[in-house]
């Protein structure tokens, strides 16, 4: 298919860029990713190009994976066309029920599906408040749920503290960068679940999956390193959960955290 050529091309310049950055991906567990069939996967958010990371992880299992995007990214000039090829969703978070009825639709076509139910990244690097969407429509659809945890990205490029004058942390080009990527064992979502609980149980797990990374040897920070890219409560210097909360804008409806640090 000529979406399927579209997307070859975009991970051989996904890996381009890898190679020229020499990053090193590792991905954990893939074998929780079904070859076949539908399936939900549901990943944190701690970079831009997180994307990029977790279809490259996931590649063992052989499947494209379609992602729930910002929908401004069908606005960047010579990205719309091979994002309608690639069967990649926009996500207005404003309408979001669009987005929802093309994700059903490509899980019910037996796709893999990749949503960030933080609708955002987290300033505080922890598992902010997420949306009700992966669960509603894993009930719907039947479809598994597969977590995904990834880190080290947030070393690539992310958000931060504004400086002085508003502007956010720009791009790292610098070499030798590692990033971890987790699949955990399918979450299934009952006809009878509800879906706060649910979501909550998600909060749980996803927080659970990302501190395992978190703590990994190689991601650690050296001895008097500030470290703004590593979570407070691990010994960093990213904004805690609370220092955050008037940079993290999620929508109204999203469930506030029951999980992580207090």
Same mark, same amino acid.
């Given at each position: 298919?000529?979406?399927?050529?579209?997307?070859?091309?975009?991970?051989?310049?996904? !890996?381009?860029?890898?190679?020229?950055?020499?990053?090193?991906?590792?991905?954990?567990?893939?074998? &929780?990713?079904?070859?076949?069939?539908?399936?939900?996967?549901?990943?944190?958010? @701690? =970079?831009?190009?997180?994307?990029?990371?977790?279809?490259?992880?996931? #590649?063992? =299992?052989?499947?494209?994976?379609?992602?729930?995007? #910002?929908?401004?990214?069908?606005?960047? !000039?010579?990205?719309?066309?091979?994002?309608?090829?690639?069967? &990649?969703?926009?996500?207005?978070?404003?309408?979001?029920?669009?987005?929802?009825?093309?994700?059903?639709?490509?899980?019910?076509?037996?796709?893999?599906?990749?949503?960030?139910?933080?609708?955002?990244?987290?300033?505080?690097?922890?598992?902010?408040?997420?949306?009700?969407?992966?669960?509603?429509?894993?009930?719907?659809?039947?479809?598994?749920?597969?977590? @995904?945890?990834?880190?080290?990205?947030?070393?690539?490029? =992310?958000?931060?503290?504004?400086?002085?004058?508003? #502007? /956010?942390?720009?791009?790292?080009?610098?070499?030798?960068?590692?990033?971890?990527?987790?699949?955990?064992?399918?979450?299934?979502?009952?006809?009878?679940?509800?879906?706060? /609980?649910?979501?909550?149980h998600l909060g749980s797990v996803l927080t659970?999956?990302?501190?395992?990374?978190?703590?990994?040897?190689?991601?650690?920070?050296?001895?008097? /390193?500030?470290?703004p890219w590593h979570p407070a409560h691990l010994?960093?210097?990213?904004?805690?959960? =609370?220092?955050?909360? &008037?940079?993290? @804008? @999620?929508?109204r409806s999203a469930i506030r955290p029951t999980?992580?640090?207090?």
């Open positions: 298919m000529a979406g399927d050529r579209t997307y070859r091309v975009a991970i051989g310049l996904g !890996r381009a860029g890898m190679r020229a950055l020499d990053l090193r991906l590792t991905g954990h567990d893939v074998h &929780h990713v079904p070859t076949t069939g539908p399936v939900l996967l549901a990943a944190t958010h @701690v =970079s831009y190009p997180d994307f990029v990371f977790v279809q490259e992880a996931a #590649r063992p =299992s052989g499947r494209y994976v379609r992602f729930m995007t #910002r929908h401004d990214v069908w606005q960047v !000039r010579g990205l719309a066309r091979p994002m309608r090829a690639m069967r &990649h969703i926009p996500v207005d978070r404003q309408a979001p029920a669009g987005a929802y009825v093309m994700a059903r639709g490509l899980l019910r076509a037996g796709e893999a599906v990749c949503a960030f139910p933080e609708a955002g990244i987290s300033y505080s690097y922890t598992v902010r408040s997420l949306m009700r969407g992966v669960a509603s429509l894993a009930r719907e659809t039947g479809a598994p749920v597969v977590p @995904v945890a990834v880190w080290g990205a947030q070393r690539v490029y =992310s958000v931060g503290v504004p400086d002085a004058r508003g #502007r /956010e942390p720009r791009p790292s080009f610098r070499r030798g960068r590692r990033v971890d990527v987790s699949f955990g064992p399918a979450l299934t979502v009952d006809p009878g679940d509800d879906l706060t /609980e649910w979501t909550c659970a999956q990302l501190e395992a990374l978190q703590r990994l040897d190689h991601h650690q920070p050296r001895s008097g /390193e500030h470290a010994g960093g210097h990213a904004p805690t959960r =609370s220092e955050a909360a &008037h940079l993290d @804008v @999620v929508p999980w992580g640090p207090g």
